[in-house]
């Protein structure tokens, strides 16, 4: 079983509307969360990091479930430019060298 | 500009032919490291360096080394390249201190060896 899992879709949604991802972990003493995205061909880029009591950055939502042990995130009032893969990022540890990815969740919004 | 600069961006080499792919960033991070990405298997840790001559493995070190002999750079080498060392490589730096887990990745460098 993969550390992180995530469904790699895709996820293709018109413009507007309303997307969620999921994304698994296994290590229960996992500590950090993050949600990554990535750009056709490009590197990684934090989009934000997911707290225990859920977190909101404009359109974007993320939260975290411990006892079933995943996290989420939730994208409102889609945009063409929304489109990237969704990389699921954990870490067991307070440092950046544990971080685990998962192989990303592919989300195209079209017009 | 805060940033991770990796060299060369795309490279076609043949079986054994060594290379190197050159890291530098201008952030003063301690932390390091190198990841390569391929469909399916998200990206996976090379190798990693928490400060000046300070490395170690990550997930799959197999066929590379690094070094890190002053704290801005952290060079990638493949000694005697693969064709399954065809990938899309990535290095990273981050800030050591306390909770600062965050990466900051290059532009990534595609390699084919042939």
């Known amino acids: 079983r993969k550390e992180v899992e995530q469904d790699p879709g895709p996820f293709n949604v018109p413009e507007g509307a309303t997307v969620a991802f999921n994304c698994t972990y296994s290590?229960?003493?996992?500590?950090?969360f993050f949600w990554y995205r990535q750009d056709c061909r490009k590197e990684p880029k934090l989009l934000m990091s997911?707290?225990?009591s859920g977190n909101e950055d404009g359109r974007f939502t993320a939260q975290l479930n411990r006892a079933s042990q995943y996290i989420s995130l939730l994208i409102r009032d889609s945009k063409l430019s929304d489109s990237a893969t969704y990389l699921c990022v954990v870490t067991f540890s307070g440092s950046a060298r544990q971080l685990t990815f998962g192989s990303g969740t592919q989300l195209t919004v079209l017009p | 500009e805060a940033q991770v600069t990796q060299n060369p961006r795309y490279l076609i080499t043949v079986t054994g032919k060594k290379l190197t792919v050159t890291c530098s960033q201008n952030?003063?991070?301690?932390?390091m490291s190198w990841y390569r990405q391929d469909p399916g298997l998200g990206l996976r840790q090379i190798y990693y360096?928490?400060?000046?001559?300070?490395?170690d493995k990550g997930d799959v070190p197999e066929g590379y080394k690094v070094s890190r002999k002053e704290k801005r750079n952290f060079p990638l080498i493949l000694e005697s390249p693969s064709p399954n060392q065809t990938s899309l490589y990535f290095c990273?730096?981050?800030?050591?201190?306390?909770?600062?887990?965050?990466?900051?990745f290059g532009a990534g460098s595609r390699l084919t060896v042939l």
């Open positions: 360096s928490m400060n000046v001559e300070v490395t």
């Open positions: 990273a730096s981050s800030s050591t201190a306390l909770g600062a887990n965050v990466l900051t």
């Open positions: 952030m003063n991070h301690e932390y």
């Open positions: 997911v707290y225990s």
């Open positions: 290590n229960s003493a996992s500590q950090s």
